[in-house]
């Protein structure tokens, strides 16, 4: 049987329980697609999944006591190895992007609806950081928020991985987007078409006065009744992740308060749950071909260096997104709003 190296787990916990390993290359379904992994994407989900909490995951068919599926990473960028005999949109050899069931690994196998031809323009590792995040920003943006040209949207948490998206994304709809992020990123989520930037350790949104149509907010610390004084008398907030809060529900369980409350309310309180598919994935490109979008690449990790990129990425210091470099291969394009800041 044919091995590969692959990250796996096979306990909950922090990222030493990560370790490289040779395993089984994956077989596919008549529905699947094998990608040889060129590069992965980090995104803090793999930190919640390693983690297993809050505990809600584990509950939702994560793996009680142990991670269901050994071999973490999602986000993927590649090309086809195979393909199931029931795919007609990918054949071997096509550069492909999206989400695949463990990315950090040689091989991963992914549902055709979940992947899309790679933007020629980018590399590997830049269309690696896309999927998950920026899928999640054009759907809490466009889907959620029902975002509209000319409104005033705040994006809070502007220089992490959704948030960083969310702000090109919010542009390319004509909103008027303020960002906030701490002192060190604000040069950075300027740079990548914030009209305004709020350095949050400097001054508190909530009370400035000032309101938004629309406010997308991964912080996931600030009560709802703070976040509705910056919202316009009918404005949305839409909460994204399961930051803060406890090890039970994290996050959560804010998002369900803001569910119970918004019936009884001006003001639209609504939460996001979303995934990376086909249809989105061709739109982001649309974006990306366009340069409306440009993925910001912080750093960059080999495979065996997974653990340090999950983190780097939970200590909060990245300026965009981190990649993971899994195979070397010619890439048709490069560009990037600010350079790749360093290597790992």
Not at 146 to 160: E, H
Not at 186 to 200: N, Q
Request: proline letters at 4%.
């Amino acid at each position: 049987m044919t091995t590969m190296k692959a990250i796996v787990q096979d306990r909950y916990g922090s990222a030493s329980v990560l370790t490289l390993s040779d395993i089984s290359k994956p077989e596919i379904g008549d529905h699947d697609v094998l990608v040889r992994v060129h590069a992965a994407g980090v995104h803090i989900g793999d930190w919640h999944v390693m983690m297993g909490q809050p505990y809600l995951l584990r509950v939702m068919g994560f793996g009680l006591r142990a991670p269901r599926a050994r071999v973490r990473g999602m986000d993927v960028a590649g090309t086809v190895e195979a393909v199931g005999k029931n795919v007609t949109r990918f054949q071997a050899g096509d550069e492909v992007f999206g989400t695949a069931n463990g990315s950090f690994a040689e091989y991963a196998t992914a549902r055709e609806g979940k992947l899309a031809p790679k933007p020629a323009s980018l590399s590997f590792e830049q269309a690696a950081t896309v999927p998950t995040s920026a899928c999640v920003a054009l759907q809490a943006l466009r889907d959620a928020g029902g975002i509209k040209p000319g409104q005033k949207v705040l994006i809070v948490g502007a220089s992490g991985g959704v948030g960083m998206f969310g702000v090109q994304i919010a542009r390319s709809f004509g909103a008027e987007v303020t960002g906030v992020c701490s002192t060190a990123k604000m040069e950075m989520v300027r740079s990548i078409g914030a009209y305004h930037v709020i350095d949050y350790t400097q001054a508190d949104f909530t009370l400035s006065g000032q309101r938004y149509d629309l406010i997308l907010d991964m912080g996931g610390n600030r009560p709802l009744s703070h976040l509705r004084r910056a919202l316009t008398p009918r404005g949305t907030l839409v909460l994204v992740g399961g930051e803060g809060g406890d090890r039970w529900v994290g996050g959560m369980g804010r998002s369900i308060q803001a569910l119970v409350v918004s019936p009884f309310i001006s003001h639209s309180l609504r939460m996001i749950v979303a995934t990376a598919n086909t249809h989105d994935l061709q739109f982001l490109t649309e974006l990306i071909d366009d340069g409306r979008v440009v993925p910001v690449v912080d750093r960059t990790y080999s495979l065996s260096d997974v653990p340090d990129a999950i983190r780097y990425l939970r200590e909060g210091h990245a300026l965009g997104k981190i990649a993971i470099t899994v195979a070397g291969a010619a890439s048709r394009g490069h560009r990037s709003a600010l350079p790749v800041a360093a290597t790992a």
